[in-house]
């Protein structure tokens, strides 16, 4: 059983779910330093909300705004971007940090 | 009377901006030693400017120079770089460094008084391409070329640079060293074996460009 943590950072973006049991994807920077048990500092994470109220994150690669720049012009309907930036906080999260259940973004 | 005719441009006459290839200049930044190219390294701590410190990443790492030239010909123009690398690796750029500074990190070069950062162009890709197909070569199978383009801090679109304001930072002869980070398109826990990269460097007002290889190891004798 992995340990949860709390995702703490920017939010700079998110985006819709196709998959039935995830609510929706947030895309957070992440501004402090947090491993070794959490993320690191200037990293990029996807943090993913299920309808059963568990929340995972685990990183992308993004480095900023470019990446979601990108994303919402290939796929306008699935992405929003959030600028600027809003404050994030989510307790109790399952920390993947190179997990694959939450699919490619 | 006989008609004078207009003589074809030769390629010396025109508008070039010249970059050619070097080896690194400035060890240490990022914790590359002085005679490597290319380096895979595991997550470690964070280093100011390093992208994916926190993922497995190869680091792409070349010297270049732009010498002292006239730039006739010129009104403005985007320095444009492109890398061949995996198809499930992306690659983010570094600023150009042109010292080491505290540590592990670089200095930035500066042009028209702002740091000189990269943003993702894929036309700058394609173009890359489309050269590379021009010299008789093919991109190797499960490869690309990732392109970019120079921006401002924001890298969100391409920034370009007046002659005068090229002109003052090439001044005499211009040497930095220029860093990339490959890494997984979708982050797993493995290291990225080394591999050789191909590098374009042009521009996107002139014709001048090249093409070189940065090998995993560095032959005897290079530096």
Known sequence: VRDTISIKGKQIGRKRSDRSDIKHFDIVHIEDEFRPVG????S???VSTYHNGKVSAKYI???????LDRQKRLHPENWKIIEPSTDFLKRNVLWAPFGNEQGNY | MKEKKSKNLDWHDKPQFIVRPRLPQFPGIFDIPADTCIASHTPHDHIHEHLHDHLYHMHIRY???????NLAGIQELAPLVAMMVKVEHRVDCNPIFVARGKGSEGICL???GQDVHWTPDDTVGKKATTLFAKTGRKITNGYYFAGFSTSDVSERKTFRYSREELLRSIGNGLVADQHFQATWKEPVEKEIEPYEVIIYLGDDFTDYHTFFKLPVVVPIGAF
Do not use: L, R
């Open chain 2, 63 to 69: 010297g270049f120079e732009f010498p002292k030239q």
């Open chain 1, 61 to 67: 690669p993004f480095v900023g705004y470019f990446d």
């Open chain 1, 44 to 46: 990029i994470v996807m």
């Open chain 2, 110 to 112: 500066k042009i028209a």
């Open chain 1, 39 to 42: 993320p690191a500092e200037n």
